[in-house]
């Protein structure tokens, strides 16, 4: 790429940065100089930009290239991911702007408030829309609702060389995890993802400093991140449903929620007290109650269990206090529950098993609390978890069940997109079959084959056998993750808990 081509790229981001309000006019030259800084070059001649563009992922892709060329970065995504975020910081806001103008517009149209830093967070490239457009997304049938099903590929897996540069690395400490906030406008490492671009929104829950932010990989709309101003460790007590509460009331379009706090259950981030939120509403939001509860001393709140393959408690009500009260009775007896009969231990000797994944939002003027009860304890014959998913599913799913999935919304591993076409290959051209199922990545769908082709599925309905079937495991495996399962015994083992509280 020669100089002429250099000016051109950054025309066409400087172009971009304007159209989409990251800079004013008066801002072009300034910025310019930024961007000649990060890429070693001494002038600039700025050029007509070609077109309007949606995303700044092709200058910036050019530009990672010319520095590749000269030997300025490695050929690694990781390297490229830290070099372009460090030439669109160049066009990004302060983060003084990007939390007064929130709050401008908070004070006049709260969804008005988060479509502004949801649209910065994507015009800034700390969302890589290009990416994100790439994942596969469909629902499924089953008798609990439409599961959502999708294959995300933005999140990227990590490349040989990256991995063993992490592993070579200093170990600075700094930031102490990906979700401090030590990370906003940080360089990124061998061990933390680059953060140039990142912008926070400060925030108090219940007198603490917390901060909101959007997830980089999107798995459903507005996808946000609430995390502790201070580095500590996961936890789910009293205060925790308070502040949930305060959230939905602070952003009241919005849900939050929690991964439980210990390991199995919980979720990939348990040394950072973090939620997650969004404008999104969940399979298991829209699930209707099985039966109602009553709990004396609590005429103001409605409680049932949900139609759920998973264990939930729901509680609604107009009084605040009176959730938080009941919530943390019942995760005050849940952590010392014992049932044989469901296979329920509260402790192996001095380690916990029993703790919960709450879920908060608005119902008009209500606000509703789901408690999904979780217990991580293992066994021999399942030894990654007894309520976990099991292993004639890992061929779809091997990983915890966190929040996002315990409401219906699957994430399945990148792997899973070609494996799933392969499958659909085989089901559509029996002849192909035997070749397809000696892949090396195929021989642990055999089974799943075999299944499908004696429920008669052709070419024809291949496409949709295979989908829904996916759906039909993904409510198995939240079944598996059910502390209580959804027939006789089950029930009635999770009505004698109730009973207790």
Not at 251 to 266: C, E, K, Q, T
Not at 341 to 350: E, M, Q, R, W
Request: hydrophobic share 35%; glycine share 8%; aromatic share 10%.
């Amino acid at each position: 790429m020669g100089q002429t081509d250099i000016h051109a790229e950054i025309s066409s981001l400087l172009q971009y940065g304007v159209e989409k309000g990251l800079l004013q006019e008066e801002d072009r030259a300034y910025c310019a100089n930024r961007l000649l800084a990060v890429l070693g070059a001494s002038s600039f001649m700025p050029q007509e930009a070609a077109g309007r563009l949606e995303s700044p992922a092709g200058p910036l892709g050019r530009l990672c290239d010319w520095a590749v060329g000269r030997g300025m970065l490695e050929d690694t995504l990781d390297s490229r991911d830290q070099f372009d975020t460090e030439l669109m910081a160049c066009l990004a806001p302060r983060p003084s702007e990007v939390r007064r103008e929130f709050y401008r517009l908070y004070e006049k149209d709260r969804e008005a408030a988060t479509g502004y830093y949801y649209g910065l967070s994507q015009a800034t490239n700390y969302i890589r829309t290009d990416r994100v457009k790439k994942d596969r997304s469909w629902t499924a049938p089953t008798p609990y609702g439409d599961m959502v099903v999708t294959i995300n590929l933005s999140k990227p897996e990590k490349d040989p060389k990256a991995i063993a540069a992490a592993k070579n690395a200093p170990q600075s400490g700094y930031p102490k995890c990906a979700l401090c906030r030590e990370n906003e406008g940080y360089k990124g490492s061998a061990n933390q993802a680059a953060r140039g671009s990142h912008r926070l929104v400060p925030l108090q829950l219940c007198g603490e400093p917390w901060f909101l932010q959007y997830s980089p990989y999107v798995y459903y709309n507005e996808h946000c991140i609430v995390f502790s101003g201070q580095h500590r460790p996961m936890r789910i007590y009293r205060e925790t449903f308070r502040r949930l509460l305060a959230f939905v009331e602070f952003l009241p379009h919005y849900f939050l929620g929690s991964n439980a706090d210990l390991p199995i259950v919980g979720g990939s981030i348990l040394s950072h007290d973090h939620f997650q939120g969004g404008r999104y509403e969940f399979p298991m939001a829209k699930a209707p109650l099985r039966e109602e509860a009553r709990f004396p001393g609590f005429p103001q709140v409605q409680a049932g269990v949900v139609n759920w393959p998973m264990s939930v408690l729901r509680l609604r009500s107009a009084d605040q206090e009176a959730l938080v009260e009941l919530a943390d009775r019942v995760l005050g007896k849940w952590r010392g529950w014992s049932d044989a009969s469901a296979g329920i231990l509260a402790y192996t000797g001095d380690t916990p098993h029993n703790t919960i994944t709450p879920i908060a939002r608005r119902r008009g003027g209500d606000f509703e609390l789901d408690l999904v009860l979780r217990n991580n304890r293992t066994t021999p014959e399942h030894p990654l978890g007894l309520f976990h998913p099991h292993s004639q599913y890992h061929h779809v799913k091997k990983e915890n069940i966190g929040l996002i999935e315990v409401m219906g919304l699957a994430i399945l591993p990148p792997r899973l997109l070609g494996e799933v076409e392969l499958l659909k290959q085989a089901l559509s051209n029996p002849a192909q079959a035997p070749a397809v199922l000696a892949r090396p990545e195929m021989e642990k769908h055999r089974a799943w084959y075999e299944g499908l082709r004696g429920k008669g599925v052709t070419a024809e309905n291949a496409q949709t056998a295979v989908e829904h079937d996916v759906g039909r495991i993904f409510q198995e495996i939240l079944g598996n993750a059910g502390v209580y399962k959804d027939d006789g015994p089950g029930r009635e083992a999770f009505r004698r808990f109730l009973e207790a509280v």
